[in-house]
């Protein structure tokens, strides 16, 4: 799908932005100078939809072609499906104010993935070698009958490219809310001067803060937008591979090269100065790599939802609910192992009960998603059934809670999810939620092909309260 109409208006005002806002960390700039910011830097198609109250939507993808193993269930056509239903549904023009892609994400910076990963150098020199010897080469997952981790002689690459659109929307997202807080303080400061009350101070507009600072409280930048108006604000999409949430410090595993989520959270933190980010992980497994990067750092609140018995064993991170994070970081992850079969209703469930209320308490500056398709009730792995409109109403939740919470920022990551089709209806209804529109699955909603746990996902969500102290 070609960038939008809209794309040179939007994003040639963001890419500065985001520029100005990292090289505050060195105190060269501040994203509140105003005259950056206007109302008319946007453009005039998109700014007047901010303006209106309309949702943005900024998107990248790569399909990864390169990166590929015959018969293997993490193939291209993952992405290619979700960008053939994506046409389908945001051709419209009616959306062309609302949409803006990112055509070829940059690779992320490789002194930024070493910070992460111990392994970086050793898994380029492991995909040269796959390159030189035109075979694939598996680096992880041998022997496992759902498929090995590999790598080809573009994978190295093809993993850099999926880091780097994660960091370069988080970039984005945050030159966005930048734009959002310079026009509210500016209507704010119009309003007092028709109300003859032009000699009192306008609210301030803060920038970004220069440092992480104290993870036990909120920082500037949520305390600054926490009064977004939920109709507004600016989301994005990574729709990239290979996926990354199993990727630990120590290793590539699960199909996952580079942590992409992991990555983004820390581009956030040391770039932008958001010290506190929210991952939340409702791929159909065990997010383990994502929770051992950050399993005892109290800065980064990580949520995981999984079918109960779809985790690494150990050494891998744990997944159970009593399972809630290790040293200054205990408190900082809560798991939530669905039993088998948990559909629509629970997952609702676990998102009022448990979610919400834990993302209230710990107030983040950003919410980060990694999105995995294969809960849904069509995926070959078949062991939870959420619909593709479950998706919808996820992510109208989580635009709803980044709305409130800090400022609208909220990106979503591509992880799993097997069948093609099934992860294509699934994005797709997170775009449409993600703009402000109702679902397309609506009433023609299957049933499900077994009855939900309700009695066990209602007991699960109480234990789980209990546990974080969300009474």
Known sequence: MPPSAAEGSLLSSLRP??????????????????????????????????????????????AAHGHMLPGHVEQPARVDMVMERLGAITGSSAFQAQLHQLATPPPAPLEAVKAVHSYVDELRRTAE??????????????????????????SFDDALRAAGAA????????AASCVQQAQQAQ??????????????PAPPTPGLPSSLGAASSPSSAAAASASTPLGAGTAAFSICRPPGHHATADTPLGYCLFNNVALSARHAQRVHGLA????LDF??????????????????????THEASSVYPPPFAPAGAEDVGEGLGRGATINVPLPRYAGDASMMHVFDGVVAPAAERFRPDIILVSAGFDA?????????????????????????????????RLLFLLEGGYHTEAVAESVGEVFLALLGQPSEEGQREAALPHPEPLQEVEALVARLRSIHGLQ
């Open 283 to 304: 791929d159909l497994h065990h997010g383990n790599g994502t929770a051992d990067i950050f399993a005892s750092d109290p800065s980064v609140l990580f949520i995981d």
């Open 187 to 200: 209507q704010a400061q119009q309003q007092q001067q028709k109300a003859g009350s032009a000699s009192a």
């Open 17 to 62: 932005l985001a520029s100005r806002a990292a090289q505050q960390v060195a105190g060269k700039a501040s994203c509140a100078a105003p005259a950056a910011m206007s109302g008319a830097a946007l453009g005039a198609g998109a700014s007047a939809s901010a303006a209106a109250g309309l949702p943005q939507l900024i998107f990248t993808s790569s």
């Open 376 to 408: 849904h009730w069509r995926d070959p792995f078949q062991q939870l059934q959420l619909r593709s409109s479950t998706y919808h109403r996820l992510a109208c939740r989580l635009r709803e809670l980044a709305g409130r919470l800090c400022g609208g």
């Open 167 to 174: 960091c370069t929307l988080v970039d984005a997202v945050v």
């Open 276 to 279: 506190k980010v929210l991952i």
């Open 129 to 154: 070698r796959a390159g030189q010897e035109g075979q694939p080469a598996a680096v992880a997952d041998i022997g496992d009958p759902d498929g090995v981790t590999y790598v080809t002689g573009s």
